[in-house]
T-cell receptor, first 115, second 115 residues
Framework: GAVVSQHPSWVICKSGTSVKIECRSL??????MFWYRQFPKQSLMLMATSNEGSKATYEQGVEKDKFLINHASLTLSTLTVTSAHPEDSSFYICSANGGGSETQYFGPGTRLLVL | AQSVSQHNHHVILSEAASLELGCNYS??????LFWYVQYPGQHLQLLLK??????LVKGIKGFEAEFIKSKFSFNLRKPSVQWSDTAEYFC?????????????FGKGTHLIIQP
């Protein structure tokens, strides 16, 4: 149980294009979903928190207009990197919790490379 | 804001050696504590967690951790490591009751077990 998937697992795009990453909770309803970013050889940094049907809460320093988050249902959240630039290249990981649990379960991550 | 410090960035051990990875956090209130493991090429998996009760918690694969409130520590231990324990280990903290809050991660410890 408590499986979280992400799609795609990796993506290469040109600078200036937008990229959408999906995060799904497969066997539970996710009250809250989280988006993290991990730079090479560094830890995960929380970008934003999203609750179904409401606006995401962004961490300080994260541009909400650049990283659009939509939590359309209790099993799906999407992160759209708009007008991507090479410095947006990173590993993006989502997590989800639900059912009253405070334990987060992580997706496998999406590696983004912006050329 | 809370922060997490992991003392060792790289640890190299031989099989059957005992392991202890340090983790300290800074936050004045009640926290939930987690250890996650990331095997090469895989996503983050929960090893163990502490919410309340017995400060010595046991997790999967023979790992355990002890919460020492006075020291703000949550060190991970395993009496005898195996080659398959080679991975990246992350300590994380969340404010207790903050199910809608993201996790704050330490920088991780890269553990290499030599056969």
């Amino acid at each position: 149980g408590a499986v979280v998937s992400q799609h795609p697992s990796w993506v290469i795009c040109k600078s200036g294009t937008s990229v959408k990453i999906e995060c799904r909770s497969l066997d539970f309803q996710a009250t809250t979903m989280f988006w993290y970013r991990q730079f090479p050889k560094q830890s995960l940094m929380l970008m934003a928190t999203s609750n179904e049907g409401s606006k995401a809460t962004y961490e300080q320093g994260v541009e909400k207009d650049k990283f659009l988050i939509n939590h359309a249902s209790l099993t799906l959240s999407t992160l759209t990197v708009t007008s991507a630039h090479p410095e947006d290249s990173s590993f993006y990981i989502c997590s989800a919790n639900g059912g009253g649990s405070e334990t987060q379960y992580f997706g496998p991550g999406t590696r983004l490379l912006v050329l | 804001a809370q922060s997490v410090s992991q003392h060792n960035h790289h640890v190299i051990l031989s099989e059957a050696a005992s392991l202890e990875l340090g983790c300290n956090y800074s936050y004045g209130g009640t926290v939930n504590l987690f250890w996650y493991v990331q095997y090469p090429g895989q996503h983050l998996q929960l090893l163990l967690k502490y919410f309340s009760g017995d400060p010595l918690v046991k997790g999967i694969k023979g790992f355990e951790a002890e919460f020492i409130k006075s020291k703000f520590s949550f060190n991970l231990r395993k009496p005898s490591v195996q080659w398959s324990d080679t991975a990246e280990y992350f300590c994380a903290v969340m404010i207790s009751g903050g199910g809608a809050d993201g996790l704050t991660f330490g920088k991780g410890t890269h553990l290499i077990i030599q056969p």
